[in-house]
C-alpha cells in the first residue's frame, strides 16, 4: 500500500470500528465495515477526495447466507482506489441508499436490485424494472439461479420432423 | 402545447446500438426521457461464472464492440494481480500498442460517427476506412478483426510478426498526413459549428454528480483525469503525451478533444515502437492445464482508460476453476442512464443523437 492509501485507512480505522482492512494492490485497499456505518464512512471518505463512485456491485455468498454490497470509490487526485464493502442478510436483503452522498448510484442500485434482489430504501427508481422485461423468476444473478434450468423450462425443445419440408427437398 | 411520446432508436442512423430512448416532446423540445437498455442483454456476467478462467478470454470482448481490447486488458490484470503473476517487460509494451491502436479505431469511428447525426456522411465514411486500416493491421497481429481476444493472463497470446512495425509506421504515417483534412473536414465546417459550438454542454458539477470520465470529464474540469498519467498501468509512466484539457465542455470541444487525442495515440505509438524490448511475451503463471486453473481467493477490481473514459472489472475468486463473480464497469453507464434522464431534457430531438455521439455512449456495455 502507498502512502496515500495508508493514510486514508488508517483515518477510517481511527474514526470507525473497521472489521477488517485488506490490501489489494499498491494503490487499492478493501474495507469491510458494518452495515450501520457505511453511510458514515462513505461520507468521511468523499469528504477525504474520494469524489467519484465507480460501480456500485454485488457478490452473492450463498454459503455464508449473506449478500455483500461493494463500493468501489476513485481519488482523481491521488489516483487510490477504496473498495467499501459491507454484508447484509440474504434473507432479508434490504438496505438504505446512498444516493444522498453519491448521486451517480442510482442506477447502480436499480440494477443490484434487478439481478440480486437487495432493495434499497429511499430509492424509489430502485423497484422498477431496466434490463430485464416482463422477468418471472428469481433474480439471475444469484447463486441458486439456473440459467440452463431456466432456459429449458422457458424455452422447450422443439421437435423437428423429417417431412417438415416438403418443398425444400428437391423432390 | 401537447405531449408527444417518441421513442428515438433502435434502428435510427445517429443511435448508438441497440438502445433507444424514450422520450416525451413538446414542439421539437424534449421533456422527459429515459433510456430504454436490455435489447442487447446477453447475461455476460452469469455466463462468466459458469466458464473457466481461460474459457471467459472468447466472450469477453463482445461486452463493447468498437473498443474490444480494454475488455481483455482488465480480466487479464485482475487475474495477474489475484494470482500474482509477474508480465514479461514486451508484453506490457505489446499491450500498449494494442490499446492504442484499439483506441484510435474507438476515435476514428466516434469522431466520423459525428457525420451521422449532422447529415455529413462524408465523415463517416472516411473514418470508418481509416478504421478499415486499423482492423487489417489487426487482422496480422491477432489473426482476428474486431475480437482480438490476444491479450490473456500472463501477457499476449504471441509475439508481432515480421515486420508489422514498418506496416504500423506507414499507417500512422499516412493517417497523420491527412488528419488536417478531418479538421477541415468537420471542425473547421460551418454547418458542424454551428451545431456544436456552445451546445450540449456539460458543467463539471454534472460531472461530479454522474460520475462521468473520460473526455466528458477532461473537458469540463480542466484536469487531466486520465488513468494513463493518475495511475499508470502497464508502461504508460514511460512514454510522453498530453492530455487536452478545458474548463468548457460543449459538443464541439468533445469532437475536437477526440481529434486532438488521436494526434496523441500516434505519438504514443511512435515511442512503442522505438522502446519495446525484445525477449518473452507470456508467462504460464498458474499451474497446469490452462483449462483447469485455479486462481487464488481474492477480489480486486482495476480499471484503465478506454476512448470513452474510466472501464472496468471487479473480479471475485473463491480458488475454483470458474470466476464466483464478475461485474463490469462501463464507461458509459452513468450518462448513459442517469444522464439521459437528468440532462437530456431541454434539448431539441436532433441535438439527442448528437448528445449520444460526443458523450461516448456504448450500449453493449451498459447491458452486458
Known amino acids: ?171 | 402545447m401537447k405531449q408527444v411520446k417518441l421513442f428515438l432508436g433502435p434502428q435510427h442512423p445517429g443511435m448508438h446500438g441497440n438502445s433507444s430512448i424514450h422520450m416525451y416532446v413538446e414542439g421539437d423540445i424534449i421533456k422527459r426521457s429515459y433510456l430504454l437498455p436490455g435489447m442487447l442483454h446477453r447475461g455476460f456476467e452469469k455466463t462468466m461464472e459458469n466458464r473457466t478462467w481461460m474459457n471467459n478470454i472468447g466472450i469477453i470482448p463482445r461486452i463493447c464492440v468498437p473498443e474490444p481490447d480494454p475488455n481483455e486488458m482488465v480480466f487479464a490484470s485482475n487475474v495477474e494481480t489475484l494470482a500474482n503473476i509477474e508480465v514479461p517487460e514486451r508484453a506490457h509494451w505489446i499491450r500498449m500498442l494494442i490499446l492504442e491502436l484499439a483506441r484510435l479505431a474507438a476515435h476514428l469511428m466516434a469522431f466520423g460517427g459525428c457525420g451521422g447525426p449532422t447529415g455529413l456522411y462524408t465523415a463517416m465514411y472516411w473514418a470508418q476506412a481509416d478504421r478499415d486500416g486499423i482492423l487489417t493491421l489487426f487482422e496480422e497481429i491477432t489473426g482476428q478483426r474486431i475480437y482480438h481476444m490476444y491479450i490473456v493472463i500472463g501477457g499476449v497470446r504471441k509475439d508481432l510478426p515480421k515486420g508489422i512495425e514498418k506496416k504500423i509506421l506507414a499507417y500512422v504515417d499516412d493517417l497523420e498526413r491527412r488528419l488536417p483534412d478531418y479538421e477541415d473536414l468537420l471542425l473547421n465546417n460551418p454547418t458542424i459549428i454551428a451545431r456544436t459550438k456552445d451546445q450540449i454542454m456539460l458543467p463539471a458539477e454534472v460531472v461530479w454528480e454522474l460520475g462521468v470520465t473520460g473526455i466528458g470529464m477532461r473537458s469540463s474540469t480542466g484536469k487531466a483525469y486520465d488513468i494513463r498519467k493518475v495511475a499508470p498501468y502497464a508502461r504508460y509512466d514511460k512514454v510522453e503525451f498530453d492530455v487536452p484539457t478545458a474548463n468548457y465542455s460543449d459538443a464541439y470541444t468533445r469532437i475536437r478533444f477526440k481529434w486532438l487525442e488521436m494526434h496523441q495515440i500516434i505519438r504514443i505509438i511512435r515511442q512503442v515502437l522505438v522502446m519495446m524490448p525484445e525477449g518473452k511475451v507470456r508467462e504460464k503463471g498458474l499451474d497446469g492445464n490452462a483449462l483447469r486453473w485455479q486462481v487464488p481467493k481474492g477480489q480486486v477490481y482495476t480499471a484503465i482508460e478506454s476512448s470513452r473514459g474510466e472501464f472496468g472489472y471487479y473480479t471475485v475468486s473463491d480458488g475454483g476453476i470458474n470466476p464466483y463473480r464478475v461485474a463490469v464497469r462501463g464507461a458509459s453507464f452513468p450518462q448513459g442512464l442517469l444522464g439521459v434522464e437528468r440532462y437530456l431534457p431541454g434539448h431539441r430531438i436532433d441535438d439527442a443523437a448528437l448528445w449520444f455521439d460526443t458523450m461516448g455512449i456504448c450500449s453493449p456495455e451498459i447491458d452486458r
Not at chain 1, 487499492?28 to 456500485?56: C, I, N, T, W, Y
Not at chain 1, 438504505?96 to 448510484?105: E, F, K, L
Request: aromatic share 14%; hydrophobic share 35%; glycine share 6%.
Open chain 1, 1 to 171: 500500500m502507498n502512502k496515500h492509501i495508508e493514510s486514508i485507512t488508517q483515518a477510517v480505522q481511527a474514526k470507525f470500528s473497521v472489521v477488517a482492512v485488506t490490501p489489494v494492490r499498491d494503490d487499492q485497499a478493501a474495507l469491510d465495515v458494518k452495515p450501520g456505518e457505511l453511510h458514515a464512512v462513505l461520507s468521511f471518505v468523499k469528504a477525504q477526495g474520494f469524489r467519484q463512485l465507480s460501480m456500485l456491485t454485488c457478490v452473492d455468498w450463498i454459503q455464508d447466507g449473506e449478500f455483500q454490497l461493494v463500493y468501489l470509490l476513485f481519488d482523481w487526485d491521488k489516483g487510490v482506489r477504496l473498495q467499501v464493502r459491507t454484508r447484509i442478510d440474504r434473507k432479508h436483503p434490504t438496505f438504505t441508499t446512498v444516493t444522498n452522498i453519491y448521486p451517480g448510484v442510482q442506477y447502480y442500485e436499480r440494477d443490484v436490485h434487478e439481478f440480486f434482489g437487495v432493495e434499497f430504501e429511499g430509492n424509489e427508481m430502485s423497484f422498477k424494472q431496466l434490463f430485464l422485461e416482463n422477468w418471472d423468476d428469481i433474480p439471475p444473478m444469484r447463486k441458486d439461479f439456473n440459467s440452463k434450468a431456466y432456459s429449458d423450462k422457458k424455452f422447450p425443445v422443439r421437435e423437428y420432423h423429417k417431412d417438415f419440408s416438403k418443398e425444400g427437398d428437391g423432390k
